[in-house]
């Protein structure tokens, strides 16, 4: 498995931005797609964006598309995630995560197709 490390969470007013990073550490970054997922308090963990190893293609839930954008640097083992227009229901734990595939083209949006997971940083949009 590789080790994921998130960072860039914080406190910030509605309308403000925040950039979410995360760092891969252990084995090859390359072959795997990577997936943010948030977690509100009392409620289940949610799809947010994804996208595949090449970075050709990603994916979004509707609820953020226009306001969030995912990107890769394959050469830093990062992963990056950009969020401008935040609301307060935007409030939760963010988490990276990371499938390894042989598909370079294909994003996954499922929890379930991921196998490594960081431990999360707190987003908190103040109204």
């Known amino acids: 498995q590789v080790q994921l490390v998130e960072s860039g969470g914080g406190l910030v007013q509605a309308g403000g931005s925040l950039r979410l990073s995360c760092a891969a550490s252990g084995r090859t970054f390359r072959p795997y797609a990577m997936g943010w997922f948030r977690q509100a308090p009392g409620k289940a963990r949610e799809f947010v964006a994804a996208i595949s190893v090449s970075g050709s293609s990603t994916r979004y839930a509707d609820s953020v598309k226009g306001r969030f954008t995912i990107s890769r640097d394959n050469a830093k083992n990062t992963v990056y995630l950009p969020m401008n227009s935040l609301k307060p229901e935007d409030t939760a734990v963010y988490y990276c995560?990371?499938?390894?595939?042989?598909?370079?083209?294909?994003?996954?949006?499922?929890?379930?197709?991921?196998?490594?997971w960081g431990q999360g940083t707190q987003v908190t949009v103040s109204s």
């Open positions: 995560a990371a499938k390894p595939t042989a598909y370079s083209g294909q994003a996954y949006f499922s929890p379930n197709d991921y196998d490594s």
